[in-house]
């Protein structure tokens, strides 16, 4: 009996000392990540809207009736992350669509005050090497740029909508991509027309 106390006293004491050391490390590393995160979506938001000066973009707050109505109209398993102005010049709105091959894909798309699609930066994306990752190359969603349309639609899936060419081998994420820009779409349609 008394050697199971000990153990338990142990084991007790090693995961106390962990559980301590991680809140430590987290503590040191909190600042230094959210600094990280806050310069990526800066750099985002700078690359959707690359004329404009950094000083321009006001973030503000997500309309949530918007984002639902968005949302349901696309028919997109997704969220309004982070929407933000840009003067005159439109809006940056940053989405996650929960549907990726690899889990969620999150991006940031710049949409001008007419509705032209300005550009589309990917924040987070973790999809197969060779195939779902090319999803981060211009060759891919340079198709969405530069274009003024209520809804895209992956080419091969059919339907009402700018078509868009899937990647070779990669349609969910194809499918991903395009329905996080369709809900970015919807909510400026719900939100700001």
Known sequence: ??????????L??????????????YEITKEPIAQVQESAKKEAWQAVFP????????ATEVDQAAADKAITDMGV???????????EEGYVITTTDKDGFGGSIQITVGITADGTVNGVSIL?????AGLGMKATEPAFYGQYEGKQAEKFVVSKDGGDGEPIDA????TITSRAVTGAVNAALGYYQNAFQ
């Open 12 to 25: 007790t004491m090693i995961t106390l000392i962990a559980g301590l050391a991680l809140g430590v490390v």
């Open 77 to 87: 398993n997704a969220t309004i992350d982070e929407v933000c102005i840009v003067g």
């Open 124 to 128: 987070s994306i973790s999809e197969t």
């Open 1 to 10: 009996m008394n050697k199971i106390v000990k153990n338990t006293l142990i």
């Open 167 to 170: 990647l070779s081998g990669a």
């Open 51 to 58: 004329e404009a000066d950094l000083e321009e973009f006001e």
